[in-house]
């Protein structure tokens, strides 16, 4: 059905009904670039953010970290802290003894470690104090006595390790037989894999290794916690009596209002978690984190409010960063440049817990398929734990990693049949309305005009393989989901809900679950909210990440929240609109659709003499109807996946596609990598406000650039220092790109006008960061002739590729499609 | 166990405060904690992200480094002194129009940095403002948006076309 209705131009405005799709024209707001809601209050330093707010008598904590990767805890002696003044409560792993993790499937830690530390910043006490400072004081005089365990710093001595008694696996074994250091595994095949790759004409394997990184968010992660004790019951019979606010620099308030309850033991209905601006997130406050249950406790334990502010260097520890991932990829194609099969190995360094790990290893291998048509595919993927800091999900979570090296490989393959690279995508493009070899259903696909978009931009034709020695142009694309069909937790409910009330000042206020971490949905739903009920932008107030006033949306994660919760608003706004089109109607005796309402004005379609201000629609639709409010809900559709397990695993609503191109110098003696110019051609369905899309292209390929150039979320070896202590847990050494590294950047929207999303709009916040790594690599071989397999593509390391290269005579301008030899 | 404390008298925004604050404060922790001015913010602590720039007699200063009795008797501007009897800054105002701020967090400090460059050049490069913004890390926008809005209000205060 939704294939048939693609071909004839329709979109689902609601479940089975389909209407024509808009074109540009016919929107008021929709398509245009306006202010963001906040952007006054952000550019007066009006914004308020967790850190922001001062609570009357509020402590100050601060957690206990261990020194060790790996270590049992024999015993911790808290009285010391205790008595010195201006403490007012220590709590240890003992104080809070329940596991959680983001994955129902997969809680393997604690809010502070109960008996056994798994890396170094592994938390092992919290203090509340009077200050910050007497806090610091406080943890230097708890004391610890542990048990140093051997740790495993990479996920190959992880994998091969068999435990002993001195010499443990990280954690008990997740199944019978396993090593206990190992997640998940997953191995898929889809096709005849073996068969295609030996029918190939030309094979190219390779192993590539993509280094961990960080999100580094300007904003530290921050939480307060308020216990307001239920009045007349006593405390010692009664502790769970009472409710508790939790504020918090979370991307994910539903899941953290969840695990504060499951762990704390506390009914959810006692619980209130608000979330202030969010000052970035990028994946990095996706979960939750010690310092919100050590805040949540510490205030039950001292009656008074509780906020932790992390330092940089934790923030760093805390973690949750890109996995490094170990690959080896073998491809075949026909000499005509079609794919004939995929084969994939990876192994995923986990670090010290799950996290979102067991989605991030499927994720490794399912979101690879699109934009191209394969054949036959297999991956075959490992998680492993290791005695570091915990990875998860960052901003094309799981899928950046195995596209880096699947662009590359196109790129070989498409040299080694003497195609131009455009031309071999464009060869092996998937097409819309179907299926990838993985069973994703994929609608929208405006790859092949994403393609063409940078090729013409960057001026492909005439400048690949014919710029001088040292410069080079690359390609890349890439796919990614506009959120996931299933939630974390198996529920059957919406995914996104909004509500929204409408008063008889005119106003229109929008209650929205969503997590506004700088994306802009407190804007989407505004513009939604406007251009549906006719009111100018500026009479939408937008209330918003307050668990107590707005229905739940499940977080700002998957690229989900501007095709989820902008359904769920156009939802509401639609029933709202249509109960004052119907007053309206009655009071001038015409027919619903012949209202319209938009600039503040209900007008007659035709009759121009009917007209009345907005606020008097409204109060005519009030008299008729009662006080005027509706809620609006967007739930996914659960009947398109793969039924094979981990089926439902990357399907989505909606894909997005992107394509880069990328210009480099590169000094052949230096190794030094100047990225001049990226081209970022990204198909968001329909840009709701074009503005905030190309600032999520630009952003994505800016953060894109820095992994491939300068990031590194790397520990010391014994060899080098402390073993697994963090080697740079500071921004300026950490290195994150500053406005004299980042290249120029050119977004070009491409609009595909999916028949799902909001007006047709789908993700743009994280897909278009894909192929800024494997375009720069390929780039850097039109350049020298070298190909550069691991990242960063640092001076040290494209130095050592260049030296093998002179070694082997290939460090040259390659040959331009149609001049080699075949 | 209370730390030392002083008395400092600080001018910010055009208002002498004094206020007690403990010896080893920095003026991003006095104005911040102590004056309730939360616009200046802290993503470090130590001077790697330009998120606490203020201005400190013109000059754009890291707040988190400066030992707040460094800056009494100086005059300290920080973002909430940008707007001018309510009205905006046009860095402020074009930085809004034109998606400069994303999650907003740098935005401060970055607005600092620019009204110091456009005060002492009213009509910069790409290149001068890539220079002057290079202690501000932005990890939302790529930068590009905020060369816009730093060239649209350049050119609005003197006296171009705002381009809105």
Redesign the interface.
Known sequence: MWGLSWELGLVRVAAGVWTMAKSKSDFNLIGKSHRKVEGRAKSTGQAVYTDDITLPGMLHGKILRSPHPHANIRSIDTSRAEALEGVRAVITGRDMPVQYGIIPWTPDEYPLCVDRVRYIGDGVAAVAAVDEDTAIRALELIEVDYEVLPAFLSPQEALEHEASDDAPYIHPARKEGWNGNITKKVLLEFGEVDEGIGSADVVVEDDYFFEGTSHTAIEPHCAIGRWEADAGVDPASDPAAGHLTVWSATQVPHYLHRELARVLDLDQARIRVLQPLVGGAFGGKSEPFDLEFCVAKLSMATGRPVKILYTREEVFYAHRGRHPFHMTYRTGANRDGKLTGVDARILLDGGAYASFGLVTTYYSGQLLPAPYDLPAYRFDSTRLYTNKPACGPKRGHGSVQPRFAFEVQLDKLAEAVDLDPFEFRRRNFLGSNTRTVNELRVTSNGFLECLESVERASDWAKRFRKLPFGRGLGVAGSCYISGTNYPIYPNEMPQSAVQIQIDRSGRVAVFSGASEIGQGCDSAVAYIAAEELGVPLEHVRVYRGDTDFTPVDLGAYSSRVTFMLGNACIDAASRLRGKVQEAVAAEWGCAADDVVLAHGMATHATASDQAMPIREAFHLAEARFGALGATGSYNTPKDVHGEYRGGTIGASPAYSFTAHVAEVDVDPDTGFVEVRKIWVAHDCGRALNPVLVEGQMEGSAYMGFGEALMEEQIFKDADHGRAGLHNAPSLLDYRIPTSLDTPELEALIVESIDPEGPYGAKEAGEGPLHPSIPAIANAIYDAIGVRMNRLPFSPPNVWREIERAREAGSLRKPAAPGESAR | ???ETRVARLVVNGDTREVGV?EHFTLLEAL??VL??????????????G?CTVLVDGQPILACLTPVWEAEGKEIL???G??RDGV?HP???H?????A????????GI?CSAAALLADSPAPSREE???A??????????????YDAVEAAASELAGGADGA
């Not at chain 2, 930085?95 to 998606?99: I, S, Y």
């Open positions: 166990m209370p730390a403990p911040r904690y309730g001015l939360t616009g200046s913010k802290q993503g470090c602590d130590k001077g790697d992200c998120a920080t973002v909430e940008l707007a905006p860095l402020q105002d930085f809004d129009r034109l998606g701020a994303q999650c907003g967090f740098c935005t401060p607005l403002i890539r220079e913004l290079s202690g501000n890390l932005c990890r939302c926008t790529g930068y590009a948006k905020i």
